[in-house]
Every structure is written in C-alpha cells, then in structure tokens.
T-cell receptor, first 112, second 113 residues
Framework: KQEVTQIPAALSVPEGENLVLNCSFTDSAIYNLQWFRQDPGKGLTSLLLIQSSQREQTSGRLNASLDKSSGRSTLYIAASQPGDSATYLCAVKDDYGQNFVFGPGTRLSVLP | GAGVSQTPSNKVTEKGKYVELRCDPISGHTALYWYRQSLGQGPEFLIYFQGTGAADDSGLPNDRFFAVRPEGSVSTLKIQRTERGDSAVYLC???????????FGQGTRLTVV
C-alpha cells in the first residue's frame, strides 16, 4: 500500500527566503506526482505535475523535482512571499490503483 | 463553468439524516474522484469513476456511503444515516485522462450535529 509523508509538517520563514518542501513515497511504481496548494477553508489548487519519466517541472518561482527510484520529490520555492502562505500537499498516482494518495501536507507561513 | 463545481459549499445536517453532495466536473473530463478531508490531514480517497462506472470504490468507509455518475458527467455522493464522524470536507476532482493533471473543486463542508 502506497504511503506518502511530508516533511516538515510546518515551516515559518521570513519573506524573501528560498525554501524546500519534501515529499516521500514508499512505492516507486508511480504514474505521476502532483503538488497542490490549499488555502484555509478552500479546495486544492494544482501547482505542478511531474510524470514518472520526468525529473523536474518549473512554473515561475516554483520548481518540483522527482527521484522515483528513491521515492522522493521536492518543491523548491524561490524568493518566498507572504502570499505563498498556505498548506502544500503532494499526491502520488501509482501503477496499481487509479486514485491519488496524498501526504498530510506542509503548512507554510511566510512572514513579512 | 471552467472549473470543478461542488454544491452546496456548506451543509449542516442532523445525525441520522440523509445527505447528497453534488460535483460538476470540467466538461469532457472522463475521470472523477471523491475525497474526504478531515481538519489538519491530507485528503483520503473515497471513490473513482471512469465514465459512468465506479472503477474503484475501495475508499468508501461503509455501506452508508454511495456515489453515482449516471451520465458520465455530474456525480452525486450520497450518505445515509449520517453520523458525527462523517463531518469533514468532501472534495471532488476530475481529470481528462489517467495520467493527466487533476483539478479539484472548492469542496463541501459537511457538519453533522
């Protein structure tokens, strides 16, 4: 059974810092991995999708990498802003089922 | 609409009552998912539809939960004899294909009192 963990559970940084969020999964047989952002009381907003054959994806200040063999993905946020404050979730779609398995999320606070 | 739409956004019901939660996926998306999210946790899978059929319902917690997608578009999640433990945010997502990006709705916050 696929299990996804995220470290750290919470992170507080001053504005302008670069930061890295970590996602680990137990079974490397995956179709893809997707990073989401969730604001309090809201749904999930897709940030980046990495297919199993890809190593990384970039969108603006965000860069996500995937190391399938070691079961790890990182989300790098450059020059963080207070508007980046949210919970960041990673989700893995594996080869066996068709559903996404989510991690518990990292709650990020960027202080002005 | 352009995104996944869920209604109602909030639902308060009494213990033991029946509720229906609706999801309108993005037009043309064949795959539809239901998830449940409790406070401070990641979403947990409930059921996945490919077209009109439930391809995987292994996440439904018990037989009080049921979902349909009769025409391969709108889906309804039905909960019978609601319990206080059913209180959560119910999220719906759709994708155009099995390896495509998933798009989520804003969720329905269900509170059972």
């Amino acid at each position: 059974k696929q299990e996804v963990t995220q470290i750290p559970a919470a992170l507080s940084v001053p504005e302008g810092e670069n930061l890295v969020l970590n996602c680990s999964f137990t079974d490397s047989a995956i179709y893809n991995l997707q990073w989401f952002r969730q604001d309090p009381g809201k749904g999930l907003t897709s940030l980046l999708l990495i297919q199993s054959s890809q190593r990384e994806q970039t969108s603006g200040r965000l860069n996500a990498s995937l190391d399938k063999s070691s079961g790890r993905s990182t989300l790098y946020i450059a020059a963080s802003q207070p508007g980046d404050s949210a919970t960041y979730l990673c989700a893995v779609k594996d080869d066996y089922g068709q559903n996404f398995v989510f991690g518990p999320g990292t709650r990020l606070s960027v202080l002005p | 609409g352009a995104g996944v739409s869920q209604t109602p956004s909030n639902k308060v019901t009494e213990k033991g009552k029946y509720v229906e939660l609706r999801c309108d996926p993005i037009s043309g998306h064949t795959a539809l998912y239901w998830y449940r999210q409790s406070l401070g946790q990641g979403p947990e899978f409930l059921i996945y539809f490919q077209g009109t059929g439930a391809a995987d319902d292994s996440g439904l917690p018990n037989d009080r939960f049921f979902a349909v997608r009769p025409e391969g578009s709108v889906s309804t999640l039905k909960i019978q004899r609601t319990e206080r433990g059913d209180s959560a945010v119910y999220l719906c997502a759709s994708t155009p294909g099995p390896v495509s990006e998933a798009f989520f709705g804003q969720g329905t916050r269900l509170t059972v009192v």
